[in-house]
């Protein structure tokens, strides 16, 4: 089965970096994205991207936060960028059916991967 799993979430001072990975095992299809939770809020799209490079990114995020895989690894990536408090949230992968920021698209999900910024 597909297994996604996140790793590099952490606590960081705003303006701060952080970069998440995700390996993905016995995914092969195109379509990944990164997602995040807070407590009592629906799970939302932060960005995605298909095998061919084409990435779309939540208003929020734009210019800060950056999508990225490795196809060769399988590891889908998140570098994010002078963070801010509002983006302290679980973050997690997903792999899908379509490409687009709504979790419904997507089928498999890892574990997800706290981040903190104070």
């Known amino acids: 089965h597909v297994q996604l799993v996140e790793s590099g979430g952490g606590s960081v001072q705003a303006g701060g970096s952080l970069r998440l990975s995700c390996a993905a095992s016995?995914?092969?299809?195109?379509?990944m994205a990164w997602f995040s939770q807070t407590p009592g809020k629906e799970r939302g799209g932060v960005a995605a991207?298909?095998?061919?490079?084409?990435?779309i990114y939540a208003d929020s995020v734009k210019g800060r936060f950056t999508i990225s895989k490795d196809n060769a690894k399988n590891t889908l990536y998140l570098q994010m960028n002078s963070l801010k408090p509002e983006d302290t949230a679980m973050y997690y992968c997903?792999?899908?059916?379509?490409?687009?920021?709504?979790?419904?698209?997507?089928?498999?999900w890892g574990q997800g991967t706290q981040v903190t910024v104070s």
């Open positions: 991207i298909v095998s061919a490079g084409s990435t």
């Open positions: 997903a792999a899908g059916i379509w490409w687009s920021l709504r979790h419904y698209d997507y089928t498999y």
């Open positions: 016995r995914y092969s299809g195109d379509y």
